[in-house]
């Protein structure tokens, strides 16, 4: 009778223990994602909230529009207006690492639709990007690059008419920025040769989830002109 009396008592716990277990889920949720209207969208990867907050897209990266005496890059207006076309005027879930915002104060969030739609992953599913990660691994880090994969190998967007940039001197990864820099840049002189990757081409470094360097690989990229 012992037994049998100690086992209904742990079975009379277990629905206590689901429902607190459920109740710290929904607080971690809480403190890493939330509930937001977007207001406007600057370009392809950034908007701004109703409170006036700027978020910028966690994990991927899209061509830069003008700005002050730069001209915009190609692809960079299509981004913005599918951006626009996700997120504007409408409620959406930003959802946060541990490091919450940039040096500009901006909020890093992946950016999702009521109707669960991963709008960082839209953007390079049509070509309109490419990934970016931080040193830090992210949560969703596998799928935003098997998903830029996916538009390089059917030549979507950016990765459409392709040509490959430079004189064939090839580029240096750095293993923990996840950046590539030209050869001759300064700062890929300075990796380290435990974290330096040698890639043939850029198509080869995007490919393998790398970034552009912006201090020394700004409009030098492969993507041309719709």
Same mark, same amino acid.
């Not at 923990?176 to 840049?185: A, E, G, P, Q």
């Given at each position: 009778?012992?037994?049998?009396?100690?086992?209904?008592?742990?079975?009379?716990?277990?629905?206590?223990?689901?429902?607190?277990?459920?109740?710290?889920? %929904?607080?971690?949720?809480?403190? $890493?994602? #939330?509930?937001?209207?977007?207001?406007?969208?600057? =370009?392809?990867?950034?908007?701004?909230?109703? =409170?006036? &907050?700027?978020?910028? @897209?966690?994990? %991927?990266? $899209?061509?830069?529009?003008?700005?002050? &005496?730069?001209?915009?890059?190609? +692809?960079? @207006?299509?981004?913005? *207006?599918?951006?626009?076309?996700?997120?504007? *005027?409408?409620?959406?879930?930003?959802? +946060?690492?541990?490091?919450?915002?940039?040096?500009?104060?901006?909020?890093?969030?992946?950016? /999702?639709?009521?109707?669960?739609?991963?709008?960082? &992953? #839209?953007?390079?599913?049509?070509?309109?990007?490419?990934?970016?990660?931080?040193?830090?691994?992210?949560?969703?880090?596998?799928?935003?690059?098997? $998903?830029?994969?996916?538009?390089?190998?059917?030549?979507?967007?950016?990765?459409?008419?392709?040509?490959?940039?430079?004189?064939?001197?090839?580029?240096?990864?750095?293993?923990?920025?996840?950046? /590539?820099?030209?050869?001759?840049?300064?700062?890929?002189?300075? %990796?380290?040769?435990?974290?330096?990757?040698? /890639?043939?081409?850029?198509?080869?470094?995007?490919?393998?989830?790398?970034?552009?360097?912006?201090?020394?690989?700004?409009?030098?990229?492969?993507? &041309?002109?719709?």
């Amino acid at each position: 009778m012992k037994r049998t009396e100690s086992g209904l008592k742990w079975w009379v716990l277990i629905p206590v223990v689901a429902i607190v277990l459920a109740l710290m889920l %929904i607080h971690a949720q809480a403190e $890493t994602a #939330q509930w937001v209207h977007a207001r406007w969208v600057n =370009d392809g990867d950034t908007i701004v909230l109703d =409170d006036g &907050r700027k978020v910028r @897209y966690l994990g %991927i990266n $899209t061509p830069e529009i003008d700005y002050e &005496r730069h001209r915009g890059q190609p +692809y960079a @207006y299509l981004a913005k *207006r599918l951006n626009h076309k996700l997120v504007g *005027r409408k409620k959406i879930c930003i959802e +946060y690492e541990q490091k919450k915002n940039d040096r500009y104060g901006r909020l890093l969030a992946y950016v /999702f639709l009521v109707d669960g739609t991963f709008v960082n &992953r #839209q953007l390079l599913a049509k070509g309109y990007g490419y990934c970016y990660p931080s040193q830090q691994s992210g949560k969703y880090d596998a799928i935003l690059l098997k $998903t830029q994969r996916e538009a390089m190998s059917a030549q979507a967007g950016i990765w459409r008419q392709w040509r490959e940039p430079g004189k064939g001197a090839g580029y240096l990864g750095n293993k923990r920025s996840k950046r /590539f820099h030209l050869v001759s840049c300064p700062n890929g002189k300075k %990796i380290s040769r435990k974290n330096r990757h040698h /890639f043939k081409t850029m198509w080869d470094a995007f490919f393998a989830g790398y970034a552009p360097a912006k201090e020394c690989i700004n409009d030098q990229l492969g993507w &041309r002109v719709p």
